[in-house]
T-cell receptor, first 117, second 114 residues
Framework: AQSVSQHNHHVILSEAASLELGCNYS??????LFWYVQYPGQHLQLLLK??????LVKGIKGFEAEFIKSKFSFNLRKPSVQWSDTAEYFC???????????????FGKGTKLSVIP | EPEVTQTPSHQVTQMGQEVILRCVPI?????FYWYRQILGQKVEFLVS????????KSEIFDDQFSVERPDGSNFTLKIRSTKLEDSAMYFC????????????FGPGTRLTVT
């Protein structure tokens, strides 16, 4: 079965610092990849997704992620974080079996980001 | 913007009791999901539902769980005889198409089993 690892449990940054959150997955086949964000008191929202094509994908609020197939990684980046980026970030994988998508998302454990003003 | 809603936001129940968690998916979505997150652990897939039947389920989704779409708007998760280890946040999600599409999540129901 596939699994997703997020290496950082809690990241603390000052405003304007650059962010990179790691995500690795274990699944040998084709996958769809997602980053979800959960702001305090709110529900999970999609930040960005990768299905195919350009491995560098851009999402909302200045976030981007790069898919590196050889490393089974999909790291999230932002060049300059803001206090409002304080949230929990979840990487998720959806494997494709025989060209058809599975229904389920497999999530990583999440990374809490705290941005200090 | 359309949202997935869930009720109640918090449910406290005694061990052995049955609970029903309710969800209203986004109206034009065809695929529905339940996930759960035990405190401090990962969000885990429970089940997906399409065309009035279960399309995929995880090992967690055993005989004590069931799902239903009783009418055109609600999607429910029933836990027949709750155990302490069922205490978790339960998230409902929906999507227009199957797995590869964005899944829209509800705010969750916190279930506490005492």
């Amino acid at each position: 079965a596939q699994s997703v690892s997020q290496h950082n449990h809690h990241v603390i940054l000052s405003e304007a610092a650059s962010l990179e959150l790691g995500c690795n997955y274990s699944y040998g086949g084709t996958v769809n990849l997602f980053w979800y964000v959960q702001y305090p008191g709110q529900h999970l929202q999609l930040l960005l997704k990768y299905f195919s094509g350009d491995p560098l994908v851009k999402g909302i609020k200045g976030f981007e992620a790069e898919f590196i197939k050889s490393k089974f990684s999909f790291n999230l980046r932002k060049p300059s974080v803001q206090w409002s980026d304080t949230a929990e970030y979840f990487c998720a994988v959806n494997p494709l079996y025989s060209g058809a998508g599975s229904y389920q998302l497999t999530f990583g454990k999440g990374t809490k980001l705290s941005v200090i003003p | 913007e359309p949202e997935v809603t869930q009720t109640p936001s918090h449910q406290v129940t005694q061990m052995g009791q049955e609970v029903i968690l309710r969800c209203v998916p986004i109206s034009n979505h065809l695929y529905f999901y339940w996930y759960r997150q035990i405190l401090g652990q990962k969000v885990e897939f429970l089940v997906s539902f399409y065309n009035n039947e279960i399309s995929e389920k995880s090992e967690i989704f055993d005989d004590q769980f069931s799902v239903e779409r009783p009418d055109g708007s609600n999607f429910t998760l029933k836990i027949r005889s709750t155990k302490l280890e069922d205490s978790a946040m339960y998230f409902c999600a929906s999507s227009e198409t199957r797995g590869g599409d964005e899944q829209y999540f509800g705010p969750g129901t916190r279930l506490t089993v005492t």
